[in-house]
Nanobody
Framework: QVQLVESGGGLVQAGGSLRLSCAAS????????MGWFRQAPGKERQFVAA???????ADSVKGRFTISRDNANAKNTAYLQMNNLKPEDTAVYYC?????????????????????WGQGTQVTVSS
């Protein structure tokens, strides 16, 4: 059974930092993609960042967020370092993973291109 478990969310003031982690188990995603999406109340799920052959970011987080993978763990752990957080970054952040070696922008950024999802972790940025 595949599981994705997120951790690291919390409450932070604007300008602060948080680091999210996503640990996958049950299968390897070393040849595929792991990504982060977020969903604020009343809004659709939104792409944040993903990593496969290379990292890929939403324009709204470029220069502030960095996605990485733990190469020592069959690339089954992904991290999202979030710096200079803004109140508009407040949302539930979801980890997603897909084992397929497909790397177009659509495969990185579209939620329906991911087969596995975590339960989400709340990030709240106060002004």
């Amino acid at each position: 059974q595949v599981q994705l478990v997120e951790s690291g969310g919390g409450l932070v003031q604007a300008g602060g930092s948080l680091r999210l982690s996503c640990a996958a188990s049950g299968r390897t995603f070393s040849g595929g993609r792991m990504g982060w999406f977020r969903q604020a109340p009343g809004k659709e799920r939104q792409f944040v960042a993903a990593i496969g052959r290379y990292p890929y970011y939403a324009d709204s987080v470029k220069g502030r967020f960095t996605i990485s993978r733990d190469n020592a763990n069959a690339k089954n752990t992904a991290y999202l370092q979030m710096n200079n957080l803004k109140p508009e970054d407040t949302a539930v952040y979801y980890c997603a993973a897909d084992p397929r070696s497909l790397y177009s922008s659509d495969y990185y950024a579209s939620p329906h291109r991911y087969d596995y999802w975590g339960q989400g972790t709340q990030v709240t940025v106060s002004s």
